[in-house]
């Protein structure tokens, strides 16, 4: 149990498009979804907080006019990347807290986007 | 400012050895500190600790949390090429479900 889908798992895209990437809990509800970006050989860096029915909450630094973010419902989220340009190009991974509570978030396997 | 950092960043040892990894922090009002094990795609989830002194098993892999000085260690006995992957620790901030991850250890097992 406890499956979280992200799609596309690999995206490539001109400077100056529009990326979505979807992210799924396929078997609970999350009112609580995060978006992280990895660079290579770094960690994982918090981006927003996608909350259920409300605005996200974005982390110092990071645009919110950039990357758009978008918790319909309680198994899905979504991530825009507007205009984006080649220093975008990262490894974008979403993480679902389940309603209810749970020892961790689980992670979907992540979307390598590259932007050429 | 909360914070979590790992060390060392990086290690290369040989199958049959047995690894440390240490994870510090400082964060308000601490409730957890978890582990995961990052290969090619997204973070696994290895432990969760909350209580000070309690070690944490599951098969060669082990973890304590010493709340007094603030870190956590995770071992590795008789490591094997399969455990080469990135180590994260992960601490919640007060009040928040969101992550502040540390730095990460990348462990290379060589045959």
């Known amino acids: 149990g406890a499956v979280v889908s992200q799609h596309p798992s690999r995206v490539i895209c001109k400077s100056g498009t529009s990326v979505k990437i979807e992210c799924r809990s396929l078997d609970f509800q999350a009112t609580t979804m995060f978006w992280y970006r990895q660079f290579p050989k770094q960690s994982l860096m918090l981006m927003a907080t996608?909350?259920?029915?409300?605005?996200?909450?974005?982390e110092q630094g990071v645009e919110k006019d950039k990357f758009l973010i978008n918790h319909a419902s309680l198994t899905l989220s979504t991530l825009t990347v507007t205009s984006a340009h080649p220093e975008d190009s990262s490894f974008y991974i979403c993480?679902?807290?389940?309603?209810?509570?749970?020892?961790?978030?689980?992670f979907g396997p992540g979307t390598r986007l590259l932007v050429l | 400012e909360d914070k979590v950092v790992q060390s060392p960043l990086s290690l290369v040892v040989h199958e049959g050895d047995t690894v440390t990894l240490n994870c510090s922090y400082e964060?308000?009002?601490?409730?957890?500190l978890l582990w995961y094990k990052q290969e090619k795609k997204a973070p696994t989830f290895l432990f969760m600790l909350t209580s000070s002194g309690i070690e944490k098993k599951s098969g060669r892999l082990s973890s304590i949390l010493d709340k007094k000085e603030l870190f956590s260690i995770l071992n590795i006995t008789a490591t094997q090429t399969g455990d080469s992957a990135i180590y994260l620790c992960?601490?919640?901030?007060?009040?928040?479900?969101?992550?502040?991850f540390g730095t990460g250890t990348r462990l290379k097992v060589l045959a």
């Open positions: 993480s679902a807290f389940p309603a209810g509570g749970a020892e961790t978030q689980y």
């Open positions: 964060v308000t009002n601490f409730r957890s």
């Open positions: 996608s909350n259920e029915g409300s605005k996200a909450t974005y």
């Open positions: 992960a601490v919640p901030p007060s009040g928040t479900y969101k992550y502040i």
